[in-house]
């Protein structure tokens, strides 16, 4: 029973290009959060989805960042345009209920603007 | 606004020693807590889950202690081996029918062989 699964694990972008990272949640889990962790920082929540929904997204800048988690396949975590200060490591967790069930976290895509 | 504190931010202690972290948390109205392992450059490992309802649980050499009045949790390490060396972080989640844990920075722990 594979955990969940991000890739790429290492993302280098230049300034102005699009970020695509990938979620895909554990076997049977159909709730999935995004958290964004910053140099020196703690983790911060970004989004939670279920499928074909986002039920939250208060943590998300206003503007280029977006998420999705289709029907079918991953959820994608995208930005758009990106600038150096997007630079961090992107978690993605995913469980099987909302709220009290235990979350489970991936190994996390480190993306790098230059 | 739930805001979490882990003391100390670092840790450097000889291998074999018992030790403990620390977690605060200024919001007691908490539905759960729950203690992640961080080596560097991976991802997060849950160590353990503490409902609101519970005191403590524990997990091999680990224990977490919950005092949800005061707004603290502590996870107690026995005999640390060089293996334990790692970031941990303190979570909690804010209700019932929440989903946003809230981090603390985390301790980062060194355990010399």
């Known amino acids: 029973n594979a955990g969940v699964m991000q890739n790429p694990r290492h993302l280098v972008r230049r300034r102005g290009q699009e970020a695509r990272l990938r979620c895909s949640p554990m076997?049977?889990?159909?709730?999935v959060y995004w958290y964004r962790q910053l140099p020196e920082e703690g983790l911060k929540f970004m989004v939670y989805?279920?499928?074909?929904?986002?039920?939250?997204e208060s943590g998300m800048p206003k503007e280029r960042f977006s998420a999705e988690f289709p029907k079918e396949g991953p959820s994608i975590l995208r930005i758009q345009q990106v600038v150096r200060g997007d630079s961090a490591a992107y978690f993605c967790?995913?469980?099987?209920?909302?709220?009290?069930?235990?979350?489970?976290f991936g190994q996390g895509t480190r993306l790098t603007v230059v | 606004k739930q805001e979490v504190t882990q003391i100390p931010a670092a840790l450097s202690v000889p291998e074999g020693e018992n030790l403990v972290l620390n977690c605060s948390f200024t919001?007691?109205?908490?539905?759960?807590l729950q203690w992640f392992r961080q080596d560097p450059g991976k991802g997060l490992t849950s160590l353990l889950l503490?409902?609101?309802?519970?005191r403590e649980q524990t997990s091999g050499r680990l224990n977490a202690s919950l005092d949800k009045s005061s707004g603290r949790s502590t996870l107690y390490i026995a005999a640390s081996q060089p293996g334990d060396s790692a970031t941990y972080l303190c979570?909690?989640?804010?209700?019932?029918?929440?989903?946003?844990?809230?981090f603390g920075k985390g301790t980062k722990l060194s355990v010399i062989p």
């Open positions: 989805l279920q499928k074909e929904n986002i039920i939250d």
């Open positions: 503490i409902q609101s309802s519970q």
């Open positions: 979570a909690v989640n804010p209700g019932a029918g929440s989903y946003q844990l809230t």
């Open positions: 919001d007691s109205a908490i539905y759960n």
């Open positions: 967790a995913s469980s099987a209920g909302p709220g009290n069930t235990e979350a489970f």
């Open positions: 076997k049977g889990h159909s709730h």
